[in-house]
């Protein structure tokens, strides 16, 4: 059982920047690759981000590449996602996911992952 807490998550203006943090428990924390989604008012659920477990790995979606930047410390069973730029349609609820496969295997991001966070809201004002 992997339990996921977000952090990090607030309101920001257009051009800043802000770190989320994903917080797991567990001591298998480094055989899953993890991920980040968003999901805005109205619109689906997205892909943003993952990493593979060994975090030598990184996949972005194109909105947000060259933006942002995920990364992993094992260590510390933490997972991190900077964002820079930050953009007004940035504007989401961010989850955290730990997954056994390798995000390349992953199918949509309506998908079934093994586990989620409960959340944490980004707002880029203009």
């Known amino acids: 059982q992997v339990q996921l807490v977000e952090s990090g998550g607030g309101l920001v203006q257009a051009g800043g920047s802000l770190r989320l943090s994903c917080a797991a428990s567990?001591?298998?924390?480094?055989?899953?690759?993890m991920g980040w989604f968003r999901q805005a008012p109205g619109k689906e659920r997205e892909f943003v981000a993952a990493?593979?477990?060994?975090?030598?790995?990184?996949y972005y979606a194109d909105s947000v590449k060259g933006r942002f930047t995920i990364s992993r410390a094992n260590a510390k069973n933490t997972v991190y996602l900077q964002m820079n730029s930050l953009k007004p349609e940035d504007t989401a609820v961010y989850y955290c996911?730990?997954?056994?496969?390798?995000?390349?295997?992953?199918?949509?991001?309506?998908?079934?992952?093994?586990?989620w966070g409960q959340g944490t809201q980004v707002t880029v004002s203009s």
């Open positions: 996911i730990a997954d056994v496969r390798d995000p390349a295997d992953w199918g949509t991001p309506g998908g079934l992952y093994d586990y």
């Open positions: 567990g001591r298998t924390f480094s055989s899953y690759a």
């Open positions: 990493i593979s477990w060994s975090g030598g790995i990184t």
